[in-house]
């Protein structure tokens, strides 16, 4: 929107983008990096083109609506300023790449953790770049997106997905700083839709593997057999009822005698977790920190956090097939069906969000006693060995 310009407005520190002055046609250019330059837009058989009229403040305000006014006189006697010596070129768009490094860099801060960071950029770098990375930021086109997620759009439909929406969320930034004008060449609905098929009907549901409840004491002995941090870990994961990054990246600050305090930054619900330690829990926490070492990190290996994979590898040695993340329904499922724990104490433990928005207003509390008397049950279940006469059941998903 036009508004009028003034020398004190344009002398500060502006955001990137165009300010529009009341003077038709005459805007000044922000770069990302703070440099101005004055653009005179005019059209001329339908199109529209922009001619640069120097850069600020070398041009003052005055110079540049002057100049405008008789550019824009010219262009009603039939001539194109076009064919004349331009006093300057328009700035270029920046590039894709260079505009998605900031992007990321930008809204970095906000983001879970450092993994959704890498994430942002790997994908970026393996899929996007390769057609788009030296594209000036407003010439991304539809064609360009279907090069991009054709070849990956059945094949890998959860990423193509992803992809699709952090370019999405590219281009609608530099619409914002008005880089480029027009629809979202990456916009699913309304456009994509389309031309590409709906995800969910590409994709395939995979549940995680979970190991029958009726072995997890013969998994807990195998663990307890292993001189390794990872097996300290896995085994403190499945008596929680964790998720993987949320015992990986625990800390020593977030312990409180029997309680381990989980960060909202690292809860998949954003909100704080307060999970009862049992006393196997608390002696496998006294066992890491006597044998591995003082470190910020509960589980480390040279101060540093256990890798994504480091327990996955230890299961699939141990318990071949099943996954880490598959003890929460190990966990669910023996709630269900051995025990008289109320469901939302079972839920309330796994930190679910309670989808229901008129039954989250009023639920206050986190159960915390009864979560603890349920957490206890399940770490004297994983200790004892299951009667001789119950048979294993078929692997479970979850």
């Given at each position: 929107?036009?508004?009028?310009?003034?020398?004190?407005?344009?002398?500060?520190?502006?955001?990137?983008?165009?300010?529009?002055?009341?003077?038709?046609?005459?805007?000044?250019?922000?770069?990302?990096?703070?440099?101005?330059?004055?653009?005179?837009?005019?059209?001329?058989?339908?199109?529209?083109?922009?001619?640069?009229?120097?850069?600020?403040?070398?041009?003052?305000?005055?110079?540049?609506?002057?100049?405008?006014?008789?550019?824009?006189?010219?262009?009603?006697?039939?001539?194109?300023?076009?064919?004349?010596?331009?006093?300057?070129?328009?700035?270029?768009?920046?590039?894709?790449?260079?505009?998605?490094?900031?992007?990321?860099?930008?809204?970095?801060?906000?983001?879970?953790?450092?993994?959704?960071?890498?994430?942002?950029?790997?994908?970026?770098?393996?899929?996007?770049?390769?057609?788009?990375?030296?594209?000036?930021?407003?010439?991304?086109?539809?064609?360009?997106?279907?090069?991009?997620?054709?070849?990956?759009?059945?094949?890998?439909?959860?990423?193509?997905?992803?992809?699709?929406?952090?370019?999405?969320?590219?281009?609608?930034?530099?619409?914002?700083?008005?880089?480029?004008?027009?629809?979202?060449?990456?916009?699913?609905?309304?456009?994509?839709?389309?031309?590409?098929?709906?995800?969910?009907?590409?994709?395939?549901?995979?549940?995680?593997?979970?190991?029958?409840?009726?072995?997890?004491?013969?998994?807990?002995?195998?663990?307890?057999?292993?001189?390794?941090?990872?097996?300290?870990?896995?085994?403190?994961?499945?008596?929680?009822?964790?998720?993987?990054?949320?015992?990986?990246?625990?800390?020593?600050?977030?312990?409180?005698?029997?309680?381990?305090?989980?960060?909202?930054?690292?809860?998949?619900?954003?909100?704080?977790?307060?999970?009862?330690?049992?006393?196997?829990?608390?002696?496998?926490?006294?066992?890491?920190?006597?044998v591995h070492g003082q470190a910020d990190y509960l589980f480390h290996r040279n101060?540093?956090?256990?890798?994504?994979?480091?327990?996955?590898?230890?299961?699939?040695?141990?318990?071949?097939?099943?996954?880490?993340?598959?003890?929460?329904?190990?966990?669910?499922?023996?709630?269900?069906?051995?025990?008289?724990?109320?469901?939302?104490?079972?839920?309330?433990?796994?930190a679910h969000k309670i989808e229901n928005p008129v039954e989250a207003s009023y639920?206050?509390?986190?159960?915390?006693?009864?979560?603890?008397?349920?957490?206890?049950?399940?770490?004297?279940?994983?200790?004892?060995?299951?009667?001789?006469?119950?048979?294993?059941?078929?692997?479970?998903?979850?």
């Amino acid at each position: 929107m036009a508004q009028q310009l003034t020398h004190a407005l344009i002398s500060k520190p502006l955001a990137p983008g165009r300010y529009f002055d009341t003077t038709r046609g005459l805007h000044l250019f922000v770069k990302g990096n703070g440099k101005k330059y004055w653009i005179f837009r005019f059209t001329i058989a339908g199109r529209r083109h922009d001619r640069g009229l120097g850069p600020y403040p070398e041009v003052p305000l005055a110079n540049a609506r002057e100049e405008s006014v008789r550019l824009r006189q010219a262009i009603r006697r039939g001539e194109n300023p076009l064919s004349k010596t331009q006093v300057a070129s328009a700035p270029r768009r920046p590039t894709f790449s260079a505009f998605a490094t900031e992007f990321i860099q930008t809204h970095a801060a906000q983001w879970r953790n450092r993994k959704h960071v890498d994430q942002w950029r790997n994908t970026l770098k393996d899929y996007a770049f390769p057609v788009i990375g030296e594209t000036p930021v407003d010439q991304v086109t539809t064609e360009h997106m279907l090069r991009i997620l054709t070849p990956i759009w059945s094949a890998k439909t959860e990423t193509a997905s992803r992809v699709r929406g952090r370019i999405e969320r590219i281009l609608g930034a530099a619409t914002a700083q008005q880089l480029r004008d027009g629809l979202n060449p990456a916009q699913w609905r309304g456009h994509l839709e389309y031309t590409l098929p709906a995800p969910k009907r590409l994709k395939r549901v995979m549940h995680y593997a979970a190991l029958p409840y009726m072995r997890v004491h013969e998994v807990i002995c195998s663990l307890q057999e292993k001189d390794c941090v990872s097996a300290l870990a896995l085994e403190f994961l499945i008596l929680t009822a964790a998720r993987t990054g949320e015992v990986r990246f625990a800390q020593w600050s977030e312990i409180h005698a029997d309680l381990w305090v989980i960060p909202a930054d690292r809860m998949k619900t954003k909100k704080e977790h307060r999970v009862p330690l049992t006393e196997r829990c608390r002696d496998i926490l006294e066992i890491s920190r006597s044998v591995h070492g003082q470190a910020d990190y509960l589980f480390h290996r040279n101060g540093r956090p256990l890798s994504n994979v480091a327990m996955a590898n230890l299961l699939n040695r141990v318990a071949p097939s099943y996954t880490v993340h598959g003890f929460r329904s190990t966990f669910r499922d023996w709630v269900a069906e051995e025990t008289e724990h109320p469901r939302d104490v079972a839920e309330m433990a796994l930190a679910h969000k309670i989808e229901n928005p008129v039954e989250a207003s009023y639920r206050r509390g986190d159960l915390l006693n009864r979560r603890r008397r349920l957490m206890n049950d399940w770490a004297a279940y994983c200790s004892e060995a299951p009667p001789p006469n119950v048979l294993s059941l078929e692997r479970r998903v979850a």
